[in-house]
């Protein structure tokens, strides 16, 4: 397996190689670029599974990386290395990339490297940088990108109508969508993640919901709230007269 270290600061690179060697066996070449055009010239040539990309650069972000390269030599996964943290992190994750923050740890490398292995091929990778590169333009968050069973998929915040905790998985349901999409994390994450979009509301330890999408509040068996797909959701007793204030507020 080929990879590729796309990053202005020799020693940065330098450093992530080492890591890289030491850390993840199954990538027997490493290739370095000094620069997002020298990057893309080798990635054109040696075509590595993996792009070590740095955000920011002079001349060319890494976030124009697709500017410079034809759809047919996507076949790569990018995990992003920046010492940027929060709002440009919560933007990587919604956009269901990865990332390493500088100064790069080794404990996170080979975590980051498996994750993105099962992306490679069906990741729609140029769908998951134009968001990207939309949120930070904007600098507003609008969709987020949910690993499914055959890539991702960009629902918009506006179209989720609740999310739901099984196990180590959430079920996230959607507007006009029969069923509930079945996504490879937990709750937690999205909670954290959507921590930021007010509309988001947790009633419950196993319920993440959308308050535009409330139908109405039962008062009978303890309290509970349904939603316009008739979903109802349970309201922990500790979180009933939170949640009715909210609801005077909202």
């Known amino acids: 397996m080929k990879a590729i270290i796309i990053d202005d600061e020799a020693k940065a690179r330098n450093l992530l190689k080492v890591l890289i060697e030491e850390n993840c066996p199954k990538i027997k070449s490493i290739y370095q670029a000094g620069s997002l055009l020298e990057g893309v010239d080798i990635i054109k040539e040696e075509q590595p599974q993996l792009v070590f990309l740095d955000i920011e650069m002079p001349e060319h972000t890494g976030l124009e990386i697709l500017d410079f390269i034809s759809k047919e030599d996507y076949n790569f996964e990018i995990i992003f290395t920046t010492a940027y943290q929060e709002y440009a992190i919560k933007a990587i994750e919604l956009s269901a990339l990865d990332y390493l923050l500088k100064p790069v740890r080794a404990s996170k490398i080979k975590e980051a490297v498996d994750k993105a292995l099962t992306f490679i091929g069906k990741s729609k990778i140029n769908e998951r940088l134009e968001e ?38 959430t079920k996230v349901y959607v507007k006009c969508e029969k069923k509930p999409l079945y996504i490879s994390k937990p709750l937690k994450f999205f909670t954290n993640t959507l921590d930021s979009v007010h509309t988001f509301y947790r009633p419950h330890r196993s319920y993440l919901i959308n308050l535009n999408y409330i139908k109405k509040y039962v008062k009978s068996d303890g309290g509970y709230i349904v939603m316009d797909n008739d979903k109802s959701v349970s309201l922990s007793k500790s979180k009933t007269e939170e949640f009715m204030q909210l609801m005077q507020e909202f």
Request: net charge negative; aromatic share 14%.
């Open 132 to 169: 990207l590169k939309s949120v930070f333009q904007s600098n507003e968050f609008r969709k987020i990108g949910l690993p499914v069973s055959d890539g991702i998929e960009f629902v918009a915040f506006k179209d989720i109508i609740l999310l739901e905790a099984d196990g180590m998985y």
